[in-house]
Nanobody
Framework: VQLVESGGGLVQAGGSLRLSCSASGTTISSYTVGWFRQAPGKEREFVAAIIWTTSGTIYADSVKGRFTISRDNAKNTVVLQMNSLKREDTAIYYC?????????????????WGQGTQVTVSS
């Protein structure tokens, strides 16, 4: 499974960005897909996850109400819409996937990872 993130960049606080995770090498319908982020000097942390078949989702408390994870069947892509961005959202954002339909926030539960995309929020 190959995962490729896109859509990162520089945005002012209060702005929005839309990240995409494109999957190849498999039919992603049998997977759970998550987004994680890692800020400088910090551990990689969970952001959101989605079960492809049911569209069931979970979110970290820090992003609830601001971020939305969704899927695009036609493009075999998972999207993370990020609104009302804050400086503390600055990080490298990673897409990850695991076989099966179980929503879990633990990074060790995910088997495949993308290379990441940088998101920088300025004040």
């Amino acid at each position: 499974v190959q995962l490729v993130e896109s859509g990162g960049g520089l945005v002012q606080a209060g702005g929005s960005l839309r990240l995409s995770c494109s999957a190849s090498g498999t039919t992603i319908s049998s997977y759970t897909v998550g987004w994680f982020r890692q800020a400088p000097g910090k551990e990689r942390e969970f952001v959101a996850a989605i079960i492809w078949t049911t569209s069931g989702t979970i979110y970290a408390d820090s992003v609830k109400g601001r971020f939305t994870i969704s899927r695009d069947n036609a493009k075999n892509t998972v999207v993370l819409q990020m609104n009302s961005l804050k400086r503390e959202d600055t990080a490298i954002y990673y897409c990850a996937s695991r076989e099966g339909h179980l929503l879990r926030p633990e990074k060790l539960m995910y088997d495949y990872w993308g290379q990441g995309t940088q998101v920088t929020v300025s004040s």
